[in-house]
């Protein structure tokens, strides 16, 4: 079979998703299903992988569906849990007392905020917990999705304390040539990943100081009464200010500190000094801008998770309400870091199945280290924090299992497809995996203009495994290859793989799914993919000229 005909072969479940869910608009839970069947039939027809394969993949998918469904459903419990304490009344209170501009509030809850639970949790943890929080602030479900969608771009490269880097970038590049090429230069492998992490942070710095004047203006556009990009733009000087708040102190600890770090201190440090800023007014546009009327919003913007905070707890001080959020982010940066031992206590209780059928595909959950957990443990200690009643925590819990039902039908089918994907390169035909050649073919196909198109290439693995993780695995040795046989810097190549399989985190379909489950806004997912398809366009192009311009204008080499 030809290299483009396997490529076709590869993008038809792709193309048709994007198809039903995008150009049809068929919601998840019917277009995934259908996505998935095309997938086994194509793999076991088409690239003749074994029936028990393709089973064993869908087995490890459920594996990984159960891990994003107990994040989501920690992520909405603790959201319901403060709903019912009266917490998260108080919160939106605080958040008016900042400022009573949406924008101002989006900035710094979904850029900062959810900047620094990336950081520390990754894998889709930040759209679950601030697309549910801003619902509770009043923003509607649409847009809190969108938004939370948004923010999985500039953090992604270093969440999870630096995962994407030292687990992707690493496992997907380890290889003998390369350890050789580098031992020979006097270079090791740690100084390699320091500089793809280098460029790859100067590329996000670029690129994503940007980003939160793109999320106020896509919110005024597609939110707003007046449907005005201009709304949203008139924020630019807070807007940029905020941006570079967490750029430059991220871009700083990427360089000096390495890849677990950026993110967490650069929204750390964006959070203190943009918050103290909005509080004094700085830069913020004098006319307040706000969503209209609830009672105008078409049902497509809502979703079924309802907040009625009409009873508050005028008693209740902020800090106390906001303790919950930052005992998740405490406990979170607690256990990933490798210094302390927590990590590793928690890592030692796993569920597996090491060998699926005897294939030899393996699926594992570490239920104590997942991000669901920690959410729960700080939902036991709010219950008593806030002095709730029994009574109260059922309604939470009663509330939180409607909205997940919906997202772990659509999952079951989503994540086995991608690890159907994944695991494809184990066939009888001796063919690689489906990602692989179709990356494969867009090398074939573009030559010397490569830079443009390896953040796509990075995007794609994201779109299909819903990780820049799994993306990095997948096509980092692929992206050095092309690199050394164009005789070009391999560590820019693969900080473009970095990066754009950040931006590709924007329009992962499970992702989408997920952050959608927390609000109750089944159905919609492909709405939202036509949207925040705009700026990961934006980011890969931006990235792209970047990378091209690094290599051939200002002819950066590699070191060794």
């Not at 009663?398 to 991608?418: W, Y």
Request: charged share 10%; glycine share 10%.
């Amino acid at each position: 079979m030809s290299l483009s005909l396997q490529a076709f072969f590869a993008a038809v479940p792709i193309l048709s998703g994007a198809i039903l869910m995008v150009g049809f608009r068929w919601p998840a839970k019917v277009a995934m299903p259908l996505v998935y069947l095309l997938a086994v039939i194509l793999a076991f027809f088409a690239w003749e992988i074994p029936f028990l394969h393709i089973l064993a993949s869908t087995f490890q998918g459920f594996f990984i569906t159960f891990d994003i469904i107990y994040i989501i459903f920690g992520a909405i419990l603790l959201l319901n849990v403060l709903k019912y304490s009266g917490a998260v009344s108080v919160i939106r209170s605080g958040f008016s007392g900042i400022s009573k501009d949406r924008r101002v509030q989006m900035v710094i809850c979904v850029w900062l905020f959810g900047a620094f639970i990336e950081g520390a949790a990754g894998f889709g943890t930040p759209a679950a917990i601030t697309a549910p929080l801003l619902v509770a602030l009043g923003f509607p479900a649409a847009a809190a999705v969108m938004l939370g969608m948004m923010v999985q771009s500039t953090p992604v490269t270093f969440g999870s304390a630096g995962t994407p880097v030292l687990v992707g970038v690493k496992g997907g590049l380890e290889n003998p040539d390369l350890m050789a090429t580098l031992a020979a230069s006097g270079w090791t492998f740690s100084d390699y990943i320091q500089w793809v992490t280098n460029h790859a942070a100067l590329m996000h710095a670029i690129t994503g100081t940007l980003m939160p004047l793109f999320m106020c203006a896509m919110m005024t556009r597609f939110f707003g009464k007046n449907k005005s990009w201009k709304e949203g733009l008139e924020l630019w000087p807070f807007a940029l200010f905020a941006g570079a708040s967490f750029t430059v102190p991220y871009y700083l600890t990427g360089i000096f500190l390495g890849p677990e770090f950026p993110s967490l201190l650069g929204s750390l440090v964006g959070l203190g000094i943009v918050t103290s800023a909005a509080k004094r007014g700085f830069l913020i546009p004098k006319k307040v801008w706000d969503f209209p009327s609830e009672k105008e919003w078409p049902s497509s913007w809502m979703g079924s998770l309802k907040m009625d905070l009409s009873k508050g707890n005028d008693s209740m001080k902020l800090s106390k309400a906001w303790l919950p959020y930052l005992f998740v982010a405490l406990l979170l940066v607690l256990s990933r870091l490798n210094q302390l031992p927590l990590k590793a206590a928690l890592n030692s209780l796993a569920f597996q199945w090491t060998d699926i059928f005897g294939t030899g595909i393996g699926a594992s959950t570490k239920i104590l280290y997942l991000p669901g957990t920690i959410l729960m443990i700080v939902v036991v200690v709010t219950y008593f924090l806030h002095n709730m009643k029994p009574v109260q925590f059922r309604a939470a819990f009663k509330d939180s299992a409607n909205v997940i039902l919906g997202a772990g039908f659509v999952l079951i089918f989503t994540v086995p497809m991608v690890r159907v994907y994944i695991n494809s390169g184990v066939n009888d035909l001796g063919l690689s995996s489906m990602p692989i050649a179709m990356a494969e073919w867009v090398a074939a196909s573009v030559g010397n203009i490569w830079p443009l198109f390896a953040p796509s290439i990075g995007a794609l693995g994201a779109f299909i495994a819903g990780s820049n993780t799994v993306s990095n695995l997948m096509f980092c040795l692929f992206q050095y290859g092309v690199a050394e046989k164009l005789s070009i810097s391999s560590t820019i190549v693969v900080a473009l793989q970095a990066v754009g399989a950040a931006a590709g985190n924007m329009i992962a379909i499970h992702n989408v799914v997920a952050a959608s489950a927390t609000v109750g806004l089944m159905g919609q997912e492909g709405a939202i993919l036509r949207k925040t398809f705009l700026p990961t366009l934006y980011y890969v192009v931006v990235v792209g000229i970047l990378g091209y311009l690094s290599i051939y204008v200002l002819q950066v080499t590699d070191p060794f």
